[in-house]
């Protein structure tokens, strides 16, 4: 179903070198679009009728696609990172995403070579591999959201209001009749 393709437009565009954790966190929402795709093939490469395996077959292509950009987008990230090693923390960040990321290719590939042939065995070995992508994919997007996590802003201070304030106290202050 799937030959090589070349970077889509997506991958030319997420990446920022200003921004690598702007980066990392787009790259994580598709991380998510990546893991939806592989459980709904998974589901339905498990069906009896030919239309849904057809329909899983798509998906895996689909899937593949996004984790060929998804690639694409980490080794960019990693490779200006590595021309600027002022963040080796951040670094080493990309370079566990970027492992597991290729890991989940290289699955998400063979689950769609595999799903291309006519042989039973074969077809099988295509639905577990699919399963084992899904796995993968949910370890990524939860590895995304982990890296993350201590990037997102810390949210604005409220400011404090005091006991006596009586415009706190007024609007803080039920109505009454109102239920």
């Known amino acids: 179903m799937s030959e090589n393709r070349s970077p889509s437009r997506s991958a030319m565009t997420a990446i920022d070198a200003a921004d690598p954790h702007g980066s990392l966190r787009t790259m994580g929402a598709r991380a998510h679009q990546l893991r939806a795709a592989l459980r709904a093939a998974d589901h339905y490469n498990g069906q009896g009728d030919a239309d849904e395996r057809d329909t899983g077959s798509w998906l895996i292509s689909s899937a593949l696609d996004l984790a060929q950009d998804l690639v694409a987008d980490i080794d960019s990230l990693a490779r200006q990172l590595k ?97």
């Not at 963040?87 to 080493?92: K, P, R, S, T, Y």
């Not at 982990?146 to 109505?175: G, I, Q, S, W």
């Open 83 to 179: 021309e600027r090693p002022a963040d080796l923390a951040l670094q080493q960040s990309v370079t566990a995403l970027r492992v597991r990321t290729h890991q989940l290719y290289a699955s998400t590939r063979a689950a769609d070579h595999f799903l291309d042939q006519d042989n039973h065995e074969d077809r099988e070995t295509g639905g577990w591999l699919v399963a084992t992508a899904h796995g993968l994919a949910t370890k990524l997007s939860s590895s995304f959201d982990d890296n993350a996590a201590p990037l997102r802003r810390a949210a604005p201070e409220k400011p404090t209001a005091h006991a006596h304030d009586a415009d706190v106290a007024l609007r803080t202050m039920p109505l009454r009749g109102a239920a």
